[in-house]
């Protein structure tokens, strides 16, 4: 069975710091693997996916993520928060057929 | 406008009722994902349809049944509502099946939402 963990509920950064959201995955075969954001009231957003290639994965808005195999894990990154990142941020992986969602984290920036 | 339409938009209702939740995916996508999302279980995945074909099935309740149309709309419909059902339900849609394949690993696009309460 696939899974994805992310471990911090919410975290808190100040605005021109760099962030980190981790996310951890399980699943069988090579991962795919997805961040999205949520903004209050909407729908998610696609941010950024890795299939294969390069480790490092650039996405919308400024953001990238990690990829490391051996760690099984997808970390969401950015290097200067905007109070404007502040939203709720899924990782997500494709197995067959399905694709599951972590948690979710709230990421709250100050200014 | 993310192109994934979903009526209603909130919806209050009572326990013991049947509701039907409505999504028309983007144009050209031809799989259909249900979630529902709620405060203490986050994002749970219950359903998805591929071209008016089930192809997976996640923690959906027996009390729950959906459907995709030759037309690619899709339609939740919750009964026998209860008061834990009240949650937001969420459709997506991508072009392909989503399967592990390298051809998979598709976008999803996402709702803005069917906000349900149930009194």
């Known amino acids: 069975a696939q899974s994805v963990a992310q471990p911090e509920d919410q975290v808190n950064v100040a605005e021109g710091n760099p962030l980190t959201v981790k996310c951890t995955y399980s699943v069988s075969g090579n991962p795919y693997l997805f961040w999205y954001v949520q903004y209050p009231n909407r729908g998610l957003q696609f941010l950024l996916k890795?299939?294969?290639?390069?480790?490092l994965v650039k996405g919308s808005y400024g953001f990238e993520a990690e990829f490391n195999k051996s760690q099984t894990s997808f970390h969401l990154k950015k290097p200067s928060a905007l109070v404007s990142d502040s939203a709720l941020y899924f990782c997500a992986v494709v197995g067959y057929q399905k694709v599951t969602f972590g948690t979710g984290t709230k990421l709250q920036v100050i200014p | 406008d993310s192109g994934v339409t979903q009526t209603p938009k909130h919806l209050i209702t009572a326990t013991g009722q049947r509701v039907t939740l409505r999504c028309s995916p983007r144009s050209g996508d031809l799989s259909v994902y249900w979630y529902q999302q709620s405060l203490d279980q986050g994002l749970q995945f219950l359903i998805h349809?591929?071209?008016?074909?089930?192809?997976a099935k996640g923690n959906i309740l027996e009390r729950f049944s959906a459907q995709q149309f030759p037309d690619l709309h899709s339609e939740l419909n919750l009964s026998s509502l209860e008061l834990g059902d009240s949650a937001l339900y969420f459709c997506?849609?991508?072009?392909?099946?989503?399967?592990?394949?390298?051809?998979?690993?598709?976008?999803?696009?996402f709702g803005a939402g069917s906000r349900l309460t149930v009194l």
């Open positions: 997506a849609s991508s072009v392909a099946p989503g399967s592990s394949s390298s051809s998979g690993a598709n976008v999803l696009t």
């Open positions: 890795y299939i294969t290639g390069d480790n």
């Open positions: 349809y591929y071209n008016g074909e089930e192809r």
